[in-house]
C-alpha cells in the first residue's frame, strides 16, 4: 500500500494553467477509474475537487479538470487565481478494496 | 445542513487506547460507506479505515496491524474509530469523511469523500 507519487510542489502566475501528477500501479490507479482530487487550506478539512478521474461535484469551478493515462492521473488548475493556492492531494480505490492517498502537492500562486 | 463532527481526541500515553467518534446530521447516514481519514502534523493525508452501510465489510491500511477497529451505530447517525496499542506515529488529525457514492449509468463512484469533519487531534506522547 505504498502512497501515489506526487510532485512536492508546483507554482505559477495567476492566469497561467497548471498541471499535477499523480502516479501510482496497475493495483490502484492503472485499474480504476476511481481517482479523486483534493484541495486543502492551511488549518482546513480536505475538499472534493474532482472525482471518478474527471468528474466535478456540484460548486466546483470548471477551471478543474482531471484525466487519467496509464498509471498516471492529472489535475489540470486553468486560470490560476491567488485563492487556488493551497495543498492538492490525489487518492485511488485500489484491488485490495482499500484507499491510497498522494504525497501531497503544495500549489503556490506567484 | 449535511455535518460531520468528530470528538473524543485527546493526549494518551504510548500503548494506550482511545475510542474516536463522528456524530453525522444532514443527510441519510445509513446510505452512505463511511472513512477515517488521518493526517500527521505537516504531512500529507493518509486512509485509515472505511466501513460499508450495514457494517459487513470494514477494511483498513495495512500499517494498522490491526490495532485499530472501525464501526458505527446506523440509528445514532454515529461512526465511530477504536485505537489500541497507540503509538508516537499515530499522533495526528482524524477525519470523519463521507464516501460520496456517485451514481451514473448503474455504477457508483468509490473513494470520492465529498463530506469531510473538522478533525479530532490525537497526540500520543508520555
Known amino acids: 500500500q505504498s502512497a501515489l507519487t506526487q510532485p512536492a510542489s508546483v507554482s505559477g502566475s495567476p492566469g497561467q494553467s497548471i498541471t499535477i501528477s499523480c502516479t501510482g500501479t496497475?493495483?490502484?490507479?492503472?485499474?480504476?477509474?476511481?481517482v479523486s482530487w483534493y484541495q486543502q487550506h492551511p488549518g482546513k478539512a480536505p475538499k472534493l475537487m474532482i472525482y471518478?478521474?474527471?468528474n466535478r461535484p456540484s460548486g466546483v469551478s470548471n477551471r478543474f479538470s482531471g484525466s487519467k493515462s496509464g498509471n498516471t492521473a492529472s489535475l489540470t488548475i486553468s486560470g490560476l487565481q491567488a485563492e487556488d493556492e493551497a495543498d492538492y492531494y490525489c487518492?485511488?480505490?485500489?484491488?485490495?478494496?482499500?484507499?491510497?492517498f498522494g504525497g501531497g502537492t503544495k500549489l503556490t500562486v506567484l | 445542513e449535511v455535518q460531520l463532527v468528530e470528538s473524543g481526541g485527546g493526549l494518551v500515553k504510548p500503548g494506550g487506547s482511545l475510542r474516536l467518534s463522528c456524530a453525522a446530521s444532514?443527510?441519510?447516514?445509513?446510505?452512505?460507506?463511511m472513512n477515517w481519514v488521518r493526517q500527521a502534523p505537516g504531512k500529507g493525508l493518509e486512509w485509515v479505515s472505511s466501513?460499508?452501510?450495514?457494517?459487513?465489510?470494514?477494511y483498513y491500511a495495512d500499517s494498522l496491524k490491526g490495532r485499530f477497529t472501525i464501526s458505527r451505530d446506523n440509528a445514532k447517525n454515529s461512526l465511530y474509530l477504536q485505537m489500541n496499542s497507540l503509538r508516537a506515529e499515530d499522533t495526528a488529525v482524524y477525519y470523519c469523511?463521507?464516501?460520496?457514492?456517485?451514481?451514473?449509468?448503474?455504477?457508483?463512484?468509490?473513494?470520492?469523500?465529498?463530506?469531510w469533519g473538522q478533525g479530532t487531534m490525537v497526540t500520543v506522547s508520555s
Open positions: 469523511a463521507r464516501d460520496a457514492g456517485y451514481c451514473s449509468g448503474g455504477s457508483c463512484s468509490l473513494a470520492a469523500f465529498d463530506i
Open positions: 444532514g443527510f441519510s447516514f445509513s446510505s452512505y460507506s
Open positions: 466501513i460499508s452501510t450495514t457494517s459487513d465489510y470494514r
Open positions: 496497475s493495483s490502484d490507479v492503472g485499474d480504476y477509474n476511481y
Open positions: 471518478d478521474v474527471s
Open positions: 487518492n485511488s480505490y485500489t484491488s485490495s478494496s482499500t484507499v491510497v
